[in-house]
């Protein structure tokens, strides 16, 4: 039988293991080195493509490179002129992103993302006629493209003129239907108009947040194995990378609901109860969006998140879903501390940072709880207020998307 030194040993051993799998994994998601491409009238192509695939995975001087070598052989390369605005207009030089985007709607101005993207470069110019004028154009030329009606109505809010923003986020809504973002966005710009009875109603936490008291999955004896077991499956999951999606300071799983699914088979029927059980509690109120929109089917999607200290969820909004929820595998200590109230809970009602709102937001916290499951609409902003400790946090989340 190993003494305490000889068992102390074999666990620093097997913490290093994993630290050292982790950090293959990480590298492993980044990708293979950047590739080094000489760029020639022959493979035009296939350079614009592996810009573009820097571009995606926020390589940004690298795809730049590219693309400027493009333009030396092809100067009226439209896709290279477009990118590389875009790249211009993220590192804050917006002169030069300007004249790309201008001089590629020049020499084929026919897609809407090319104006979409000139008002966003005028927007931040502060050039607002001009902006809002690319933003018209944008949604003239495609009404069901989505992104131009989000630009201008944060055009709108940021002028200070949030009726007009409404207006563009409720024609969005009547040309594309369910669209969560511009729900979203209206939802606080109702606040900002002083319209804060119908703010209040898209956003009314006490009738639409809801927990579900979670029941021992079978094979389980009580939730506290359960939890063991899940939180373990979200540790060791090959897809588990570092400050993605929203996750500040803490690690996110893709897609749990593949093999090998381990726990998450027995989890997945748990939630698929507590959806059915979340409609047959809806108010009966057929006019609001949580209600007007439930899914007569839906798939299925879920993810884990492990955070660590200083960890949080930057704000934000599940614009696929239709219904969102978490439930608690492991929590530190500090949540059940009053002094500490509310690090590491769960925060509603704070728009992104992004969003020109001017409002002050109506914010609601709820303490995250083991044995409970917390679900609400997939429009309603959320995040985690950032905690300090050295113990983890540990969840699995889901999204209800509508087939």
């Known amino acids: 039988m190993p003494n305490n030194q000889q068992r102390r040993t074999q666990r620093q051993a097997a913490r290093k293991e994993r630290l050292r799998k982790q950090k293959a994994r990480r590298q492993k998601n980044r990708g293979s080195p950047t590739p080094v491409v000489t760029v020639t009238l022959q493979n035009l192509h296939e350079s614009m493509r ?22 030396k052989l092809s100067p009226d390369h439209v896709d290279a002129l477009n990118s590389l605005a875009m790249i211009e207009h993220h590192a804050g030089r917006l002169d030069r992103a300007l004249a790309l985007q201008q001089r590629a709607i020049q020499l084929a101005g026919d897609h809407p993302g090319q104006f979409m993207n000139l008002g966003a470069i005028q927007q931040a110019l502060g050039h607002v006629e001009a902006a809002d004028a690319a933003y018209q154009r944008a949604i003239e030329m495609a009404p069901a493209y989505a992104d131009p009606y989000y630009n201008l109505g944060d055009l709108y809010l940021q002028q200070g003129k949030p009726e007009k923003a409404i207006e563009v986020f409720d024609r969005c809504m009547a040309t594309m239907g369910r669209e969560y973002h511009a729900l979203a966005y209206k ?77 998450m088979e027995p989890m997945e029927a748990r939630i698929h109860e507590a959806i059915r059980w979340y409609i047959d509690e809806l108010p009966n109120d057929p006019d609001h969006p949580a209600v007007q929109w439930v899914p007569k089917a839906w798939k299925l999607t879920s993810w884990g998140v492990v955070m660590s200290d200083k960890g949080h969820e930057r704000a934000h909004i599940h614009p696929n879903g239709w219904l969102s929820g978490v439930f608690y595998l492991s929590l530190p200590n500090l949540i059940d501390d009053p002094n500490r109230e509310p690090e590491g809970w769960l925060e509603f009602g704070r728009p992104t940072a992004d969003l020109h709102v001017k409002s002050t937001p109506l914010l609601r916290h709820y303490r995250p709880s083991y044995g409970q499951m917390i679900l609400f609409p997939s429009y309603f902003y959320h995040g985690t207020v950032p905690f300090r400790s050295k113990q983890r946090r540990i969840c699995v989340a889901f999204d209800v998307e509508p087939l």
């Open 50 to 71: 592996t810009g573009v695939e820097l571009h995606h995975a926020h390589k940004f001087r690298e795809a730049a490179r590219i693309y400027r070598d493009v333009l």
């Open 187 to 263: 939802s606080h710009a109702l606040h900002d108009a002083g319209r804060h009875e119908e703010a209040r109603y898209l956003l009314d936490f006490n009738a639409y947040v809801k927990t579900y008291q979670f029941e021992t999955p079978d094979g389980y004896t009580e939730i506290a194995e359960f939890n063991k077991a899940l939180a373990r499956h979200i540790s060791k999951h090959p897809t588990l990378q570092g400050n993605v999606m929203s996750t500040e300071h803490g690690m996110h799983t893709g897609e749990l609901l593949k093999d090998p699914a381990g726990p």
